[in-house]
């Protein structure tokens, strides 16, 4: 991946060779991700999950699986038109 700086940003970046500028961007990129469409990979796991739903009241055992397939379709719908329809800032 390359990225476009200005050249004032980009002469600051050169000068801080104790930075990781590729774990900053990473990390930038991950969170922006984040943002948008909920924890990225590894940061949330089934215990999380379950402690969540079980804190709200949810009883995952009484929901079919043909419901929460259709709500997980319609979610998934809703958040990329969402996303698709919202500027970059």
């Given at each position: 991946?390359?990225?476009s700086?200005?050249?004032?940003?980009?002469r600051?970046?050169?000068?801080?060779?104790?930075?990781?500028?590729s774990?900053?961007?990473?990390?930038?990129?991950?969170?922006?991700?984040?943002?948008?469409?909920?924890?990225?990979?590894?940061?949330?796991?089934?215990?999380?999950?379950?402690?969540?739903?079980?804190?709200?009241?949810?009883?995952?055992?009484?929901?079919?699986?043909?419901k929460?397939a259709?709500h997980y379709?319609?979610?998934r719908?809703?958040?990329r038109?969402r996303?698709?329809?919202t500027?970059?800032?």
């Amino acid at each position: 991946m390359t990225l476009s700086l200005p050249e004032e940003i980009y002469r600051k970046i050169k000068r801080r060779t104790d930075v990781k500028w590729s774990e900053v961007a990473r990390r930038a990129i991950v969170q922006r991700l984040e943002t948008m469409e909920g924890p990225v990979g590894y940061h949330t796991s089934t215990a999380e999950l379950r402690k969540k739903i079980a804190n709200a009241g949810v009883r995952l055992d009484k929901i079919s699986i043909d419901k929460a397939a259709a709500h997980y379709k319609r979610m998934r719908e809703l958040e990329r038109k969402r996303i698709s329809t919202t500027r970059a800032s």
